[in-house]
């Protein structure tokens, strides 16, 4: 399974299991407003919202998806741990054993010494983690800060956004750390369009931090 195709299975994810059947599932009690006890901030008031597929506490200000609830509740370490649990407990038939994210590449060995000798893109490996960080902190700043601060709010598209990238954002980052330096160099030159992507988000949430900060 490539990257892309992981990025497919934690949207499948997400549109399979919404965070309040995950929370019902693993024992998280709910009143008739579609709300429960924070597990997060061990809340004694119901102040955690199910709403759209996604959850949000209105005291500590977790909020997310499916993946991010279950990730949370058992304290794993990366999104990929949480989309397993779900796999398993939801019969998702997800195959996420089947290959390695940064496998599938089919860049010769002679193009990548041709990349090295390029000063410019020999950085490019940094550059692009540095996007990387950054996007996922951008998300996770946005889940924090944006989300509605009522459940009749209408969510605004960024939190939105947020909800269904973080997971994936830093599965990524994770894995780009895993990878060895010419598939980073390889990854680097073949997700272009994505990073840049990423790259324009991060200004977006940049200006959205700095105006909220101001005011
Ligand atoms: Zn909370």
Redesign the pocket.
């Known amino acids: 399974m490539s990257v892309f195709d992981i990025r497919a299975a934690f949207e499948y994810a997400r549109e399979c299991v919404a965070a309040e059947q995950a929370a019902l599932r693993y024992g998280i009690e709910l009143n008739r407003g579609h709300r429960a006890r924070?597990?997060?901030?061990?809340?004694k008031d119901f102040?955690?919202s199910f709403h759209g597929g996604g959850y949000r506490?209105?005291?500590?200000?977790?909020s997310g998806d499916s993946v991010g609830f279950t990730r949370l509740l058992f304290g794993y370490q990366k999104p990929i741990e949480a989309l397993k649990r779900l796999n398993n407990d939801f019969g998702l038939g997800l195959d996420l054993e089947a290959g390695k994210p940064e496998a599938e590449h089919h860049t010769t060995l002679k193009q990548i010494k041709q990349i090295r000798r390029n000063a410019a893109e020999r950085d490019l490996p940094e550059a692009v983690r540095r996007i990387l960080w950054e996007y996922s902190l951008d998300l996770d700043w946005v889940q924090r800060n944006l989300a509605p601060k009522t459940p009749e709010d209408e969510p605004a598209d960024v939190w939105v956004y947020a909800l269904q990238n973080l997971s994936y954002a830093e599965y990524i980052l994770d894995s780009f750390d895993n990878m060895t330096p010419e598939n980073k160099l390889i990854f680097a030159i073949k997700k272009k369009e994505m990073i840049t992507e990423y790259e324009n988000v991060s200004r977006l949430i940049d200006g959205l931090r700095r105006r909220k900060n101001a005011a």
């Open positions: 924070c597990p997060f901030h061990d809340g102040n955690l506490c209105f005291v500590c200000g977790v």
